[in-house]
């Protein structure tokens, strides 16, 4: 290859990493990355491969035992021939082959319940999962609308910082004609700073937010990350809906309410195994042996002749059957203490999922109570910002026109500045509770 071709190759492939570097993430791309590499989100997957491995496993239960053996001896002094049940006192060696089989006809039905048991938890696996998912989802929401947050109070303060300086220029032009005193010169230059320092201290917010959210995706940090920057519904409409309608919904969607009822149920099924313990127990056997020893003639006593390996195994088949019940009767308390051990697990696993319906109720009757503030403050703070705006509209035009001093004049416009900040956080509280209303109702975050 020609050095000329291979810079061009390296010049591309850097120009392609560099834009891949510096691609705006939405928040899909955050949230997918996220899922894909939290560590939560897998090991719940492991562990619910785990409860898929021990699912397989009871439901080989069903299946007949099948087992083979084997066995070389030699035998030295008085022994007993297994194959003709007769005392030798020579050396010789013996061979036995032999397969068992048993199947358990009837257990207390305990295969049937540890499968549906088994299964109960595979399925309150995936919901686990899901929880799993949820719990990543709202994080990147916060991170991700924490960026955004920064990012337009950033935007804010920059535009705070320009229009200061535009003031100082022309603050120095009034004082060089002797409109204004000094001292408005020198007020002007000390909010300069001021604005100058708000902007590196929503930089340094930006920053944090933007590291916060890398460290959530779990991706490695560089300088230039960026996020894409949406264009979002800031409609305020009021909740139609009651926190108790919302809360009902949310029962049958969010996944840890169906997780911790499946548990519940699995406890029952648990139950049920360890009762099946108390019950008698049914076995069916089957046994194919055959043995070889090398003591054995046949023929005549008077003139014996030596017995084929092959044809001593073939006539030594032997097979049996058998059919039987164990029936419990005392077992040093095991299977008493295993069903009230059962009962008192049944009892907590009922309490967790109790409990865990609480929490989300709480969570909904919070974020529903939140909401309805948000959209208060956010209204009352669009008004506010309105007003101050005309005052500080006004004050500009009467500073500019040498007819208030510089103090008032700061005073008005610091209102102003206070009054969009608090607007942008307004906003973005309101937002967010309103994503998180609608995520408990089961409907995806996007933006």
Known sequence: MKPTSLILIIILLAAELASAQTKAW???????????????????????????????????????????NASEGLNLGKNVD????????????????????????????????????????????????????????????????????????LAAAKSQEEATASLVIRTEKLVNAGKSPESDLLEMKSQQATNNLSVITQQNLLDLAKVTLMQLMDIPIVENFEVAIPVMDESSAAVVQSNEEIYQKSLMVQPQITSASLRTNSSQMALKVNQGAAWPRVTLGANLNSNYASSRKQGSAVNPEGYPFFSQMWDNIGQSFSLGVSIPIYSNRQIKTNIDRAKINLITTQLNEQNVKNVLRKSVEQTYSDMRASVRKYEATKLQVAAVQSVYDNAEKKYSDGVMSATDFLTQKNNFTQAQSTLIQAKYDYIFKRKILDFYQGKAIQF
């Open 26 to 68: 939405t928040f899909q791309q955050c949230l997918d990355t996220a899922l894909q590499r939290n560590i939560s989100v897998n090991l719940s997957r492991m562990s619910n491969e785990l409860n898929k491995e021990d699912l397989e496993k009871v439901k080989a239960n069903r299946i007949p035992s099948l087992s083979a």
């Open 82 to 153: 297994t194959t003709t049940n007769s005392f030798v006192t020579q050396a010789y060696h013996s061979t036995n082959f032999g397969v068992s089989s048993s199947y358990n006809v009837f257990n207390g039905l305990q295969n049937a319940n540890t499968i549906r048991q088994y299964r109960m938890n595979v399925e309150a696996g995936q919901y686990d999962i899901e929880k799993a998912k949820n719990d990543v989802t709202l994080s990147i929401t916060i991170g991700y609308l924490q960026v955004l947050l920064y990012t337009e109070t």
